[in-house]
C-alpha cells in the first residue's frame, strides 16, 4: 500500500493553486487545506473589530482568540470562523488584500502555522499557500512551485470578481497582482520563495486539468519511489 503524502504547493497570488489543491485532491482522495483562507478569516475579524492592520500584538492576540474550522461539505471545502461560514464573506477583494497585510504579522504567522501542520502531520493532504513547502512542511513529500504570468494571473482573477458581480477593472487588478507580488516575496517573516526542492510548474499556458493531471504523476511517481 503506497503511503499517503504531504502535497506542497506553493505560489504567488492568482496562480491557480487554490483550484489545483482541490482538483488534486480529489483525484487522490486526499483533504484539501487552503491556508489562504486561514488568514482571510483572521482579517475578515480583523475588520469587523476595527483592529489596525499595523497592531502586531493585537492582531496576533486575535488569532489566538480565533476557531477557524474548514469542513468539506457537498463536495465543497466551507469556511468557519468562529463557528459561522464566512465562505463567501472571505473571498472579497477587500479581504483579500486585508489578508496578506495580515499575513506579515510574525504573531499571526506562528498561531495559524501550528494549526496547519497539526492538519497535515498524518499525510493524505494537499496543501497550498505561500510558504508551505518552506516554512510549515520543509519535508513534504511532493513540493510544487506553481506560477504564471502576471498579466494571465491579473486576467483569472479578474474573471473571478465578474463572475462574482465585483465592480472591479482588469488593470487595477494587474496593480493588485504586482503589490501583492512585492509584499508577499519582500516580508522579513515567511516571504514567498521557491523551496530548492520544488517542482516549478508553469501554468500559463495550461488548462488547470491538466496541471492537476501532472502533479497527480508526480505524487505518484513519488509515492512508489517510497515504497520501494
Known amino acids: 500500500m503506497l503511503r499517503k503524502l504531504i502535497i506542497a504547493i506553493d505560489g504567488p497570488v492568482g496562480s491557480g493553486k487554490s483550484t489545483l489543491a482541490r482538483r488534486v485532491a480529489a483525484l487522490m482522495g486526499y483533504i484539501y487545506i487552503d491556508t489562504g ?50 465562505t463567501a464573506a472571505i473571498r472579497t477583494p477587500e479581504v483579500a488584500q486585508a489578508a496578506s497585510k495580515v499575513a506579515v504579522v510574525p504573531g499571526v504567522r506562528k498561531v495559524l502555522v501550528a494549526e496547519q501542520r497539526r492538519a497535515g ?11 508551505i513547502g518552506s516554512v510549515v512542511f520543509p519535508d513534504a513529500q511532493l513540493k510544487i512551485f506553481l506560477t504564471a504570468s502576471p498579466e494571465v494571473r491579473a486576467e483569472r482573477r479578474w474573471r473571478e470578481h465578474q463572475q462574482k458581480g465585483d465592480a472591479i477593472d482588469l488593470p487595477r487588478t494587474l496593480e493588485e497582482i504586482h503589490e501583492r ?28 486539468e491538466e ?12 509515492a512508489g519511489a517510497r515504497a520501494s
Not at 516571504?191 to 488548462?207: G, Q
Not at 496541471?211 to 513519488?222: H, K, P, T
Request: glycine letters at 6%; charged letters at 30%.
Open 37 to 86: 483562507a486561514m488568514y482571510r478569516a483572521v482579517a475578515i475579524k480583523a475588520l469587523r473589530r476595527g483592529v489596525s492592520f499595523d497592531a502586531a500584538d493585537e492582531l496576533a492576540a486575535l488569532a489566538g482568540a480565533t476557531r477557524i474550522d474548514l469542513r468539506a461539505q457537498d463536495g465543497t471545502q466551507r469556511v468557519f470562523l468562529d463557528g459561522e461560514d464566512v
Open 121 to 131: 502531520e498524518q499525510g493524505g493532504v494537499v496543501m497550498e499557500g505561500r510558504d
Open 181 to 208: 507580488d512585492r509584499r508577499d516575496s519582500s516580508r522579513d517573516m515567511s516571504p514567498l520563495v521557491r523551496a530548492t526542492d520544488a517542482v516549478v510548474v508553469d501554468s500559463t499556458a495550461m488548462e488547470p
Open 211 to 222: 496541471v492537476a493531471r501532472l502533479v497527480v504523476m508526480l505524487a505518484n511517481d513519488q
